[in-house]
């Protein structure tokens, strides 16, 4: 059953490491926020640490961007759009590989960005910081999961990349403004009760955003 | 009688105020070379979107093997040549192919591919980038990604579309073998002589309908324009 899904994955992680254009796009992209944040503005290590998460998931979502754009920028270029209308398969399986491909791709981007981030805002490394990988976890699913279909409707139009804008930001804001806040508090060191049940309603939209995406992406291939 | 391969039950398609076809009706029948022949514009790219189940009719029904299109069982036994080239330029053509038996779970597909690869000459290039290939070689290679899952339904849309001779004449004896096979077969075309040389039957598509239904056979080219050009101005003929 994810035979099909395995595959679009496989042929997506191929193309992208060959041609390593959408994380060297969305590392120059994010390195360029760091920098510019850094360097404009002098502040107290304690401001500092209040926009730190605000600035950390500003540049993972724009330079997700990047990689949604990308996604189905390759399909339709020689018509392998349609190939994939054209294909005896369930369409949820084509959205979970072109899903799995994104979040593969933004989740390598982040793990290499993220080292840069803690030397820019001098951040000190601690074992609590490990909880931020559950939150970078759920918020980029999230992201992804409804970015992906998005992705896949925005494609159809010339104006792709302000469409993708337009669809995607005002859904996944909540996800976002979650994830800022879970994540300050983990920089911060100041994890409360309620870190736990913010976590799990990222996680929760997250299952309802896949689920809906998984079930309508049929209606999205059509013309 | 054997159901039809492919059957257009009184198709319409209108996009907002634009139609691009009218009432169009006509059947395929298994092993049937059928070719469809037009003016730019006149409605056969949208007429093999809704046959190919990639696009609905406003009105009308179309069945393939008796069942609708979109059915993945049908999808399985379709395929489609188009200018369109339905490749990856970022992989090479062995990764193309091996990408698309896995999706069609192809069975034997590592000698499969040898074989479509074989068909088309393009055995010594299977390890270079699409990217790297000419218009020719590409459009050979979709070729035989479409022929790889061993269609029953082969729908092709303008494929001599900016081929040189050499890659005309392969598409040419490529598509006489299938016909060999039994494979049915529908073609949209401008190019009268290929059409004549190839089919079975045409079909003349003018402002968005079927205009004339005549068999091919012992119809030379320039009758076909004749007939083309008079079902145009004059009206339906059968």
Redesign the interface.
Known sequence: MM??AI?IL??DL??EF??KESILAMWIFSLLIFVIFNFTFEVSRLVMLEIAPGLLWVAFVFSGMFGLNQSFA?EK????L??M??????GGQIYVGKFLSVTIIMLMFEALIFPIFIIFYDLHLSLGMFKLIPVILAGTIGFTSLGTILSAVAVHTRNQQILLSLLLWPLVSPIIIWSVTLSGMVLSGEVTEAFYPLLLRVGAFDVIFFTLSYMLFDFIL?? | MSVPALEVLGVSKDFGRIIALRGVSFSVQSGEFVSILGRNGAGKTTLL?IV?????PSEGEVKLFGTDPSD?????K?A?I?H????????TAL?NLQ?YS????VPDSKERIEAVLNDVELTHRRFDLVATYSRGMTQRLTIARALLHEPSLLLLDEPFTGLDQHAIGMLIALLKMQKEMGRTIVLTTHDLHTAAELSDRYLVISKHKIVKDGLMSGTNPETIRENFFSAETGGIQS
């Not at chain 1, 209308?85 to 369930?90: H, R």
């Not at chain 2, 190919?52 to 609905?56: A, I, L, T």
């Open positions: 035979r099909t595959s496989k042929k191929r193309m060959r041609s390759l270029e020689n018509g392998n349609r190939a209308a054209l294909m005896p398969v369930d059509e013309d | 979107n190919s189940g990639v696009s609905r993945r069982e049908n999808k399985a379709l489609v188009s369109e080239m339905f490749l990856y330029g970022n992989l990764e990408y896995r999706i069609y779970n």
